[in-house]
Structure formats: C-alpha cells, structure tokens
C-alpha cells in the first residue's frame, strides 16, 4: 500500500491561500507560514501532517497528495475545512 508524507497550510479564502502560494514561489517558508497563518494544529509543526496512506484524509486531499510532484507546492486546494496549500514531501 503506497504511503505518503505531506505538510499544509489551512485557511480560510481561496485568496488568501493564493498569497501565500505566490509568498512560498517567492522564498518565503512554508513551515513559517504554516506556523503563522494555517487554521489546522499541525501548523504548529510547520503544517507536518506526517506519513499516511490512502482514504486517511479527505478525497480532495487525498488525490493531491499520491499524484502531485514531490516537492512542489499545490493549491489552492478546496475541501469540507477550508483553502490547502499542499507539499508532498515524500511519497513510497
């Protein structure tokens, strides 16, 4: 069963979310971002969502995560909880 590793950033508008993809392609960091901005306790830990497998996270999540480039920020990503911005991390 394939197994992914992922961070996030949560908020709340889809403009919002956009800021902070175009803050990250600009040099800023994720995990500071994550840690100011993200509505979700994991941006406590620079958005680190840890490893998981498939159907752990919403579907929306889900198909980002084991189909994205490794490395590469996604987004915005709407789910149920609001705008994602999505980095996999690794992914086996």
Do not use: W
Not at 29 to 44: I, N, V
């Amino acid at each position: 069963m394939p197994k992914a590793s992922a961070r996030h950033i949560l908020v709340k508008t889809e403009a919002e979310c956009s800021k902070l993809k175009k803050d990250i392609e600009g040099g800023a960091s994720f995990a500071d971002l994550a840690k100011k901005h993200s509505s979700c306790p994991s941006g406590r830990e620079g958005g680190n969502l840890g490893e998981f497998g498939p159907g752990q996270m919403v579907p929306e999540f889900d198909t980002v995560v084991f189909s994205a480039e490794v490395g590469k920020v996604q987004g915005p990503v709407k789910t149920q909880f609001g705008f994602h911005l999505i980095e996999v991390t690794k992914r086996a």
